[in-house]
């Protein structure tokens, strides 16, 4: 049917296309024969001629190697095309294939275009031999090759305008040809052309073209009217906008506001009230010119029509989303008003149809987005109010970043419901309650949702738990649910469903807090609680049971970033099968998850930002962990020491921050107790160097670090069950050793006071021949406060004195022996007090004249010295890191009280000026404007010189200070001067008079 010479002209080429087709009209015969001669021709053009069609290696070719393929390809479709529906479907096959062959691959619009246009031609022929099926098939093929290499070509309009003559031909309606080509029809409602984009949405429009409001928005909301399914990528909010606008009567006058007969002032003497003489030649033809523009402006608007505006309106609403997303968050709840209560129940059904739809989720972390729009808009109607489920709106809210805007309408619906005394009473699950109350949770908003709980609870041991939890008592708040449960089971109480669950999931959380893995283990396994079982199952090293349950949950649940955590666990810490390549894998995978995560809280960086952070801290230290273990894989020796030293001191440095959750400590260094131990047996094997007890020193001051943190966070069965492990080491570094002891102290000294023998016992277990001076010297100075504690005073006085003769710069002796010189100066000044009342009281019943005021007793004096002595140098020995916990500020104030209390010897005074030399400046900083203030105090004497000395080191931030001192004694210089002129004019009058 196609020869060899075909015609190189597009006009011959059509008519040879007519003589096939009559050809193949006429007998069938000759038609299969033209299929074969057909397929061969495109095959060959495709195969052998695809360089010059598709280029070399996929890229096109140019120049006349480029144009003959591309015109022999051209004209053998024109010719083919007439011929297509008469074929057989064994005919037909070959020739399908080669186009689409040709679809899939072709850069050429000229081929494309010749493509779109046969396509046309073969999907409005009603010929029986050639199916819909097919027809939709190869016309969807094309639709894809158009939006993945010509979205941005002249063919993809031509395309479009295809797809606009296809839906207006009757023989397409309703047809398969029709439902694949959906989206190809809401590509052309969203044309940057206004004209296809009109042109597309009359079809659109057509069936509602005179519905009301209410037609209108069930046509945008209906499943069945509109699949929006094939738009799910796009802001459709636009199309629903074009729906609605266009049901405004486009003939009706605009009505001018009161704002816009308002004319600006345009000379300044006018502006301010002047008369028009005065004002010059162009002030007053400016305001002519002004005022005929604002003439014709005002007669142009009342010949404008609506249509005028809505045409405008919708234009600017397709190019700009935030736009179109304002006008119908405002459109919306005018037009829900309007709604009769029948329409406004099939619109709400309708609308919440449509939000339950899967498909949403393709643009959750898009802003904005088409739910967005619909829920900001629905949360507007308040009267009356358009009540979503609560299950539907906590979903949206979460997953879309509508969380206020859902919380809001949460509270809402709480607050009706309450008002028409609708309560959940014995402790049932409310729906609204529960959605709020994890909205809460999710934005760690804490407190708000304790308080929701201390409203709803039921139970008294419920609002006392939570009490505790509040306040961080994770030992009581698990004493409290565990007596609830065993309550609730042995007096045979209703299970509050609420209620029950909040004392499980807050038991475990508590649980988790103190560190009791092993308990939170078993119950796991009990209830076969597969989070539960993963959390603990990896800090007991349990990695077959934790691999085993990870692999469930990861073959059920949506992948996330905690998920690739625990992944990166097995692949890193199991001995069994350790895939340290994978790790920098899943590791990026999760950072991703993560930045999703992040997109889809609240713009404004709020609590619940943190534990992302958190998480990409834990992401990094796995990285770093998979290299530092690599690094030590034979081959790597060289920069095996230089990878090994710079981890470790990083790691030291980089700590969470003391404020932050126990259980965020407990991740981090239980992971680093991992590494540290595989570096431990990496190195097991006896070496020249000190390599093998790098891992052992890292582990040990983990440990340290870990217990301090515990005692930090109040936590004391903690804190002894860590240090406890250290027992179970051999070879610790001495100075470990150390803060283990002076952790066990603090420990007990801050969290059980009461318990003091325990405390000495801890002491004086502790051997001292392993520390040095400094060291030995602390452990002293912690007994001696334990020994003042106690009630010891003589003891304890021997003990300090026995630390700062060892080393004489331990500022925590210098701080213990101040405390209690401080405490017997009190003693001492009592006990004065009480013999100079007894003194008092003899000499009035002995009728003796009154007795001369007694000076202070040389106890109050040396004990007053004792104390100043020991304040300032413990100042002295203050290290810089202590300085900057505002540790000295306590001292600083407690020495300014003892000067304002000092005798008419100064003693204490001579004693803070002689010591305050040796003092650092920084440390009086400030306490600036107090030290000015004893300028004008007794004290002033003494405080000189360290204001000079400051002076020196600080000038600026004493110039501030003292100017404003300044200011002030000279203000109320004036104000005393002028009070006592005006008491003196007054005398003078009334002596006149």
């Known amino acids: 049917m196609v020869s060899s010479a075909a015609p190189p ?90 186009v689409i062959g040709i679809l899939d691959k072709t850069q050429s619009s000229t081929v494309m275009r010749a493509i779109i246009k046969a396509v046309y031609t073969w999907s409005i022929n009603s010929e029986a031999t050639f199916p819909v099926k097919e027809k939709a098939l190869i016309l969807y093929r094309v639709m894809n090759a158009c939006v993945k290499r010509f979205s941005k070509e002249p063919v993809f309009t031509e395309f479009l305008d295809t797809v606009l003559r296809i839906y207006k031909s009757p023989a397409v309606v309703n047809s398969d040809i029709s439902q694949r080509l959906e989206a190809a029809f809401m590509m052309g409602l969203r044309s940057p052309t206004l004209a296809t984009r009109e042109a597309f949405f009359a079809l659109f429009e057509a069936p509602i073209r005179q519905g009301a409001v209410q037609e209108r928005l069930d046509y945008c909301f209906n499943d069945r009217c509109t699949k929006w399914d094939t738009s799910k990528h796009s802001f459709w909010v636009k199309q629903c906008l074009d729906i609605v606008l266009c049901g405004v009567t486009s003939s009706s006058a605009i009505m001018a506001s009161p704002e816009v007969n308002l004319l600006r002032p345009v000379a300044p003497p006018l502006a301010t009230g002047g008369q028009i003489g005065q004002a010059t030649t162009g002030q007053v033809e400016a305001l002519v010119a002004g005022l005929t523009k604002h003439q014709h402006f005002l007669m142009d608007v009342q010949d404008a029509k609506v ?91 979460s997953t879309h970043g509508l969380w206020h805007t859902g919380i809001a309408m949460l509270r809402h619906q709480q607050l009706r419901a309450e008002a028409r005394g609708e309560k959940v009473t014995d402790g049932k699950l409310d729906p609204i309650k529960d959605a709020l109350g994890d909205l809460y949770v999710q934005l760690h908003e804490f407190d708000t949702w304790f308080g929701l709980w201390r409203l709803r609870a039921k139970q008294r041991e419920t609002a006392r738990a939570l009490a505790f939890e509040q306040q961080g008592y994770w030992d009581q708040a698990q004493s409290c649910y565990e007596e609830a449960m065993q309550q609730a089971q042995q007096q045979g109480l209703a299970l509050r469903d609420a209620e029950f669950l909040l004392w499980e999931e807050h038991w475990v959380d508590c ?4 560190g009791q893995y092993d308990l939170l283990l078993k119950y796991g396994e009990e209830v076969n609680d597969q989070d539960v079982i993963l959390s603990a199952a990896w800090r007991l090293r349990s990695w077959k049971r934790f691999k085993e349950t990870l692999t469930k949950v990861e073959a059920q649940r949506d992948p996330s970033f905690s998920l690739k955590i625990l992944r990166a666990y097995v692949a890193i810490a199991n001995t069994e099968e350790q895939h340290l390549s994978v790790v920098e894998r899943v590791c990026t995978d999760g950072m991703q998850l993560a930045l999703l995560k992040w997109t889809a809280l609240p713009p404004i960086v709020t609590e619940s930002h943190i534990p992302l952070l958190q998480a990409f801290q834990q992401f990094v230290e796995l990285q770093e962990s998979a290299q530092l273990l690599s690094s030590l894989q034979p081959g790597n020796a060289a920069r095996q020491q230089v990878d090994l030293q710079n981890v470790l001191d990083t790691w030291r440095h980089r700590l969470p921050n003391e404020w932050d959750e126990m259980t965020v400590w407990q991740s981090l260094f239980q992971w680093r107790l991992h590494v540290f131990e595989k570096v431990q047996m990496h190195f097991r094997h006896p070496t020249t160097d000190d390599r093998p007890l790098v891992g052992q020193n890292e582990i040990s001051w983990t440990i340290n670090q870990l217990a301090h943190a515990s005692r930090k966070h109040r936590l004391r069965k903690l804190c002894h069950r860590t240090l406890n492990l250290l027992y179970k080491m051999n070879g610790v570094d001495p100075g470990h050793l150390f803060f283990k002891a002076k952790e066990q102290v603090l420990c007990e000294m801050t969290l059980a006071r009461e318990e003091r023998p325990g405390q000495l016992q801890i002491l004086n277990g502790t051997k001292l021949d392993y520390f040095n001076a400094a060291q030995t010297s602390e452990i002293l100075a912690l007994k001696g406060i334990v020994l003042h504690n106690n009630g010891q005073f003589q003891e304890a006085n021997k003990a300090f004195a026995a630390s700062l003769l060892l080393a004489d710069n331990t500022a925590l002796g210098w701080e213990g022996w101040a405390a209690y010189c401080d405490h017997m100066l009190s003693l001492a000044r009592t006990q004065h007090r009480l013999e100079k009342a007894k003194l008092q009281q003899q000499q009035q019943e002995a009728s003796e004249p009154k007795p001369e005021p007694a000076t202070p007793s040389t106890a109050v004096r040396d004990w007053g010295i004792a104390a100043m002595t020991c304040y300032m140098n413990a100042l002295r020995s203050q290290q810089e890191k202590t300085r900057l916990e505002d540790k000295s500020n306590a001292i600083v104030a ?85 009070m006592a002129r005006r008491m003196s004019s007054n005398q003078q009058q009334q002596q006149q008079q």
């Open 9 to 98: 002209s597009g006009g011959g080429g059509a008519a040879s296309a007519g003589g096939a087709g009559s050809t193949a009209g006429g007998a069938a015969g000759s038609g299969g024969a033209s299929a074969a001669t057909a397929s061969v021709v495109l095959s060959a053009l495709y195969g052998g001629g695809v360089h010059g069609v598709f280029g070399v290696a996929g890229r096109p070719a140019s120049g006349m190697l480029a144009q003959t393929p591309v015109h022999l390809l051209v004209t053998t479709l024109q010719l083919l095309t007439p011929s297509v529906p008469g074929m057989d479907a064994a005919s037909r096959k070959p020739l399908m294939q080669a």
């Open 511 to 514: 649980t988790s807090k103190l």
């Open 307 to 397: 249509g005028d505006s809505i045409v405008a309106l919708r234009t600017l609403c397709h190019l700009s989303p935030d736009l179109a997303h304002h006008m119908w968050v405002t459109l919306f709840p005018l037009l829900w008003q309007i709604l009769t209560e029948h329409e406004r129940l099939a619109v709400g059904q309708s609308l919440q149809a449509l939000l339950q739809q899967e498909y949403h989720n393709d643009q959750s972390h898009l802003k904005p987005n088409n739910v967005h729009a619909l829920v900001t808009g629905i949360s507007k109607c308040t009267q009356p109010m358009l009540a979503l489920p609560p299950a539907l709106l906590h979903h949206l809210a």
């Open 894 to 978: 407690r020495v300014q009280l003892l000067l304002s209390t000092d005798d008419e010897g100064g003693h204490m005074g001579q004693t803070f000026s002689r010591l305050a030399e040796h003092v650092d400046p920084s440390v009086f900083k400030p306490w600036l404007p107090q030290l000015l203030t004893n300028l004008s105090r007794p004290e002033a004497q003494y405080v000189i010189s360290v204001l000079y000395r400051v002076a020196k080191t600080l000038p600026q931030a004493l110039y501030y200070h003292l100017r404003t001192a300044f200011l002030e004694i000279r203000s109320a210089a004036q104000q005393s001067t002028a």
